[in-house]
């Protein structure tokens, strides 16, 4: 089954803030790849960020995304580098999001 993907105007901007233009399109050409069996790619994430799903892309870069399975639909809601204990953390970001309401389930 193939799937639309849907990437949040929240997760562009954080694309976009990416200087390095080569990540910038791995990531991109790794969000398209989603489209095919979105369910046996990435891992399963738990706790505040339970019921998305993180990908790895270029390295301890990492793209977070949500599946709905009946609209056939991936919702990428965040993209950006995994440093962990870091302010720029990826996940912690994504926490930061959920809480303000800018990404939801």
């Known amino acids: 089954m193939i799937f639309k993907v849907r ?8 694309i976009e803030k990416i200087s390095d233009k080569k990540i910038q399109s791995k990531i991109i050409d ?4 989603l489209k ?8 399963v994430l738990v706790q505040r960020l339970a019921g998305f799903r ?13 599946i709905d399975e009946e609209a056939c639909t991936i ?3 965040a993209a950006g580098i995994r440093k962990e204990g870091g302010q720029k953390d990826i996940y912690k970001v994504a926490k930061k999001l959920l809480k303000l309401g800018l990404i939801d389930l």
């Open 7 to 14: 990437i949040t105007n929240v997760c562009l901007s954080l």
């Open 30 to 33: 790794r969000i398209d790849r």
């Open 36 to 43: 095919s069996d979105p369910q046996s790619q990435g891992k």
């Open 54 to 66: 993180s990908i790895h892309v270029a390295g301890r870069y990492r793209i977070l995304y949500r």
């Open 75 to 77: 919702w990428v809601v």
